[in-house]
Nanobody
Framework: VQLQASGGGLVQAGGSLRLSCIHS????????VAWFRQAPGMDREFVAA????????VYADSVKGRFTISRDNARNTGYLQMNSLRPEDTAVYYC???????????????????WGQGTQVTVSS
């Protein structure tokens, strides 16, 4: 399985970006997809996750109401729509995938075996 994240960039506070994560090498609909982020000097943290069939979605409290995770199984792609961006959202964003993960573990980095290369998101004030 390979993951290719894209869509990052520089945006002003209050703006929007949509990240994409293209999945190859496996049957995408059989994998849960998540987004994590890592700011300079900080640990990587959970952002959002969506289960295989899209019925289970979890968000970090810091992004609830602003970010939306989704998936298009026909396009083998996961998305993270980010609205009302803030300077504290600045980070490298990583997508991850897991073939089996229970709902209670969706926010755990150790649940994900496959990781993309990361895409930089910079929000200016």
């Amino acid at each position: 399985v390979q993951l290719q994240a894209s869509g990052g960039g520089l945006v002003q506070a209050g703006g929007s970006l949509r990240l994409s994560c293209i999945h190859s090498g496996g049957t995408f609909r059989n994998y849960a997809v998540a987004w994590f982020r890592q700011a300079p000097g900080m640990d990587r943290e959970f952002v959002a996750a969506i289960k295989r069939v899209g019925s289970g979605i979890v968000y970090a409290d810091s992004v609830k109401g602003r970010f939306t995770i989704s998936r298009d199984n026909a396009r083998n792609t996961g998305y993270l729509q980010m609205n009302s961006l803030r300077p504290e959202d600045t980070a490298v964003y990583y997508c991850a995938a897991a073939s089996t993960v229970i709902t209670s573990n969706l926010a755990s980095q150790t649940a994900y075996a496959y990781w993309g290369q990361g895409t930089q998101v910079t929000v200016s004030s």
